[in-house]
């Protein structure tokens, strides 16, 4: 009975290891099958997962976090088939370099295995991506000194900074950063939402906007803000309007939050509107039509999901 019942408890805890497993991870690719190679070998569920979040995973890789490759080859022929390696092909592209200028990062080596007709082999193995820029994965095997064709179902990755944010919690931009053309500094830019935020969560944003200048610049009256966009570029949320004047060196701050009422993509950038009329910048007196903050100004970036 003991052994019964410690039983059950290994299955369940197995089951629920799978559960969040299975809840932390995003399948990127998946092609089932059947492709069979001039070898006589038939590739089938090529499989690439990594860490949940992104509207598209595959274009939103975090940096350093491992990506996990799995396929199988199975030998459709009526004669023995000896591979020399059965490995993950993998070459990175920087984003200064050319195609042709590709490294190899090849990974999950499986050597010496004899697949008598009719037996199949699977790989899985796991690489982290330690580098920003694109990163090409394709299931490959070398019989002999001959290699099987190059980018066979390849599946190309695009590895960003920026990528950690979308799973949300807190992201920091410190700064400064200028817009020369109106003086303004923004510094300490905070976005914190809870991990894998859902429709509902609230998005929380700090920032600090300096007047670099030694002339007072007037805002209009949205003022400071935080400028959001959901679903990018549909729709426009911005919210926290503060108005304010700025004198020569004075720091203001802004903190605002509100409810991520749609699923998918939020951008957040720190915003701010020029009154339209006579300012002065940098001792000229010019007539201005409201000038606003950069586009993504910085932006700090997080996906929200479905209920």
């Known amino acids: 009975m003991k052994n019964t019942a410690a039983r059950k408890t290994i299955l369940t805890l197995s089951f629920c290891l799978?559960?969040?497993?299975?809840?932390?991870?995003?399948?990127?690719?998946?092609?089932?099958?059947?492709?069979?190679?001039?070898n006589q070998l038939m590739l089938s569920n090529w499989t690439i997962t990594g860490p949940a979040g992104g509207p598209n995973p595959r274009l939103d890789h975090p940096l350093g976090?491992?990506?996990?490759?799995?396929?199988?080859?199975?030998?459709?022929?009526?004669?023995p088939i000896l591979l020399t390696e059965m490995y993950v092909a993998c070459h990175y592209t920087g984003k200064a370099q050319k195609a042709q200028a590709e490294q190899k990062e090849d990974f999950g080596f499986l050597r010496s295995i004899q697949l008598n007709p009719g037996e199949s082999k699977t790989l899985t193995a796991s690489l982290p991506l330690n580098k920003t820029g694109n990163w090409r994965l394709w299931p490959a095997y070398k019989i002999g000194k001959t290699k099987s064709h190059i980018r066979w179902h390849d599946v190309v990755l695009r590895v960003s900074r920026r990528a950690l944010g979308l799973l949300g919690g807190i992201q920091y931009y410190k700064g400064p950063e200028i817009v020369k053309k109106d003086g303004l500094e923004v510094t300490n830019f905070r976005l914190h939402t809870v991990k894998n935020p859902k429709v509902g969560a609230y998005a929380i944003v700090d920032f600090d906007i300096t007047n670099t200048t030694k002339y007072n610049i007037s805002l209009s009256p949205n003022g400071l803000f935080v400028s959001a966009r959901?679903?990018?570029?549909?729709?426009?949320?911005?919210?926290?309007?503060k108005s304010v004047n700025l004198s020569p060196g004075q720091?203001?701050?802004?903190?605002?939050?509100?409810?991520?009422?749609?699923?998918?993509?939020?951008m957040f950038w720190a915003g701010y509107q020029i009154k339209k009329?006579?300012?002065t910048y940098f001792g000229k007196t010019i007539i201005t039509t409201g000038d606003?903050?950069?586009?993504?100004?910085?932006?700090?970036?997080?996906?929200?999901?479905s209920h």
């Open 65 to 79: 976090k491992r990506v996990h490759a799995t396929f199988t080859l199975t030998n459709v022929s009526d004669q």
């Open 292 to 305: 606003i903050s950069p586009f993504k100004w910085h932006d700090l970036d997080v996906i929200v999901h």
């Open 230 to 241: 959901d679903n990018y570029p549909t729709v426009i949320k911005n919210f926290g309007y």
């Open 277 to 279: 009329g006579k300012n």
């Open 18 to 38: 799978l559960l969040t497993l299975a809840a932390s991870a995003s399948t990127y690719w998946h092609y089932q099958g059947y492709d069979i190679s001039p």
């Open 251 to 266: 720091t203001v701050h802004v903190h605002a939050a509100r409810v991520m009422d749609g699923k998918g993509l939020w």
